[in-house]
């Protein structure tokens, strides 16, 4: 069942270009932009998504494919992209294009590649790790820009996503049953998949929350302002114990260290079983997807799943835990790994 959000206060006038469209969560608001979109042809998503993503096109049931991203930005190889794209046969009918880390690259061009060859297509811009941003100017070929404020993301606050969205763009609002053990049953099926290895196999459930938020659209913008400052301050401070106590060439660029401080070790696993150890925690987002919800292969994905570690920064962590788990790792004498995306 579905509901036409033609009059809700959440999306903005008609005459106002673009809208923006709010639901309990971000994964609501991108299924029901998927389940909108008027093309049959399959997704491209980046492999290293996070699992939600495709587990929403499972249960829009839309096809989707991977593509491997790129040594320099993580986020979807543009080269990849396009070759897939350009394969004869049914164009995709759309993109996930995931900001890896939070890190903002230039995208106009590419964005305006697709549309030139398939208007139609459906463009979706996931900021998800970005600090949401609520510019009405930011639209450029792009349909729609995904932001969350669910659990671990930049701005926490438990529940909430919205988007900036096309005018253009068709939105109606789902209404499915929602059940909690379904959603656990769900996250519990895939973890286990990733941590074997082994191919998952979707069941559908009632286990997307698409539940109306509570919370008023202004009291939540609010909200949602405020924390989003909070935050900044807090990882800025963090941050800077680590740029100045972590050796520079294992730091990621400036770019990918605000949703968390990223470095690139050897062996994440054996680093972060130190960590764990010393009574710290620290985490290695984002499994490779390709082999789990689509067969195939994606090597600079899988190489970054295996070298990459996230730093905590947020309200969750303080400067005085930065600094202990900073000469931890000084003591690890970790060195350049230039050499692993080559």
């Known amino acids: 069942m579905s509901t036409n959000l033609n009059s ?45 993503v495709p587990l929403v096109l499972l ?8 593509i491997d ?11 990849a992209l396009m070759k897939r794209w350009m394969k004869p046969g049914e ?25 030139s060859i398939s208007p139609d297509s459906v463009i979706i811009d996931d900021r998800c790790l970005c600090a949401p941003e609520f510019n009405e100017a930011s639209l450029s070929s792009t349909d729609a820009i995904l932001y969350s404020t669910g659990y671990a993301k930049f701005v926490d606050l438990g529940f909430g996503g919205f988007a900036v969205i096309s005018d ?27 941590a074997t290895r082994k191919y998952y196999n979707y069941k559908d459930g009632n286990w997307l929350d698409t539940t109306a938020p509570v919370m008023s659209w202004a009291r939540y913008r609010s909200l949602v302002e405020k924390e989003c400052e909070r935050a900044s301050k807090i990882k800025n401070s963090i941050n800077a114990v680590y740029t100045s106590g972590i050796p520079q060439e294992v730091q990621l660029a400036g770019e990918f260290q605000s949703w968390r401080f990223n470095i690139l070790v ?77």
Not at 28 to 47: D, M, Q, R, Y
Not at 59 to 66: H, I, L, P, Q, S
Not at 101 to 108: D, K, M, P, Q, R
Not at 178 to 183: C, G, R, W, Y
């Open 8 to 52: 809700d206060a959440v999306v903005m006038n008609n005459k106002i270009v673009p809208r923006f469209v709010y639901e309990q969560r971000a994964a609501t608001v991108l299924f029901n932009i998927i389940k909108s979109s008027p093309l049959n042809g399959c997704f491209l998503l980046p492999a290293n998504v996070c699992p939600i």
């Open 59 to 66: 249960k829009a049931k839309r096809r989707f494919e991977f």
């Open 69 to 79: 991203v790129s040594p320099e930005t993580f986020c979807m190889d543009h080269d």
């Open 91 to 115: 164009k995709p009918a759309g993109i996930i294009y995931v900001r890896s880390y939070g890190a903002v690259f230039e995208t106009s061009a590419i964005f305006a590649k697709i549309k």
């Open 168 to 194: 253009k763009l068709p939105y109606c609002r789902s209404v499915l049953p929602f059940s909690v053990t379904d959603l656990e049953a769900v996250i519990e099926g895939y973890k286990n998949c990733l």
């Open 266 to 342: 050897r062996n994440n696993s054996n680093v972060l079983e130190v960590i764990t150890k010393e009574g710290f925690f620290a985490s290695k987002h984002y499994d490779s997807l390709a082999g789990i919800f689509w067969p195939g292969d994606a090597p600079i994905a899988e190489k970054i799943q295996r070298h990459v570690i996230n730093l905590f920064n947020d309200r969750y962590f303080d400067i005085e835990k930065a600094s202990a788990l900073t000469k931890l790792l000084a003591r690890l004498k970790l060195t350049n790994q230039e050499s692993f995306f080559k």
